[in-house]
């Protein structure tokens, strides 16, 4: 199974290498890159002038050192990155999507319809409680560990507690 790169925000601009503050606002992101996805961290002004190519990002504010940890990512933006990971075919964003879809069902967020078998591979049908619409997703069998191991990263990578 594929490794992450995963970090916490370092306080440094990934474009300039500038200095991000305690306080001062930025773009987290998720990068496709040869070795999987990265998270990088890029200060607003470097965002602003350079569009950064990504795969998906979030505004956050760096905290100040005597800050309680606040989580950022919310249900909609779980929602969004689940949505958005639908056409991949790379097994490292099949294996996200479906910790994702997992994580979302326990928040209920989504609900398990039915299975279904599509070309060879196991394919669940999901109810977006919100929408009362229908996603699916592939099942890729993934043992314990490897869903513990994905939902960690995942958390890393968002900084969130899932």
């Not at 305690?22 to 773009?27: H, I, K, L, T």
């Not at 602003?48 to 800050?67: A, G």
């Not at 639908?86 to 997992?102: G, P, S």
């Amino acid at each position: 199974m594929d490794q992450w790169d995963i970090n916490k925000p370092l306080g440094q601009c990934f474009g300039t290498d500038k200095e991000i503050e305690p306080g001062e606002e930025y773009f987290g992101a998720l990068v496709a890159t040869e070795e999987g996805l990265v998270r990088r961290d890029f200060c607003a002004e470097y965002w602003d002038s350079e569009k950064p190519d990504v795969f998906c990002y979030w505004k956050s504010r760096l905290p100040r050192p005597d800050e309680k940890k606040q989580l950022f990512v919310d249900d909609e933006m779980l929602m969004a990155f689940f949505e958005r990971l639908a056409e991949e075919t790379d097994q490292e964003k099949v294996n996200f999507r479906f910790v994702l879809a997992l994580i979302l069902m326990r928040k209920r967020r989504l609900k398990y319809d039915a299975t279904t078998t599509e070309a060879g591979r196991e394919m669940w049908r999901l109810r977006v409680v919100s929408e009362g619409a229908f996603a699916e997703v592939v099942n890729p069998h993934l043992d314990e560990e490897q869903i513990e191991q994905l939902s960690s990263q995942i958390g890393q990578i968002l900084h969130a507690d899932l």
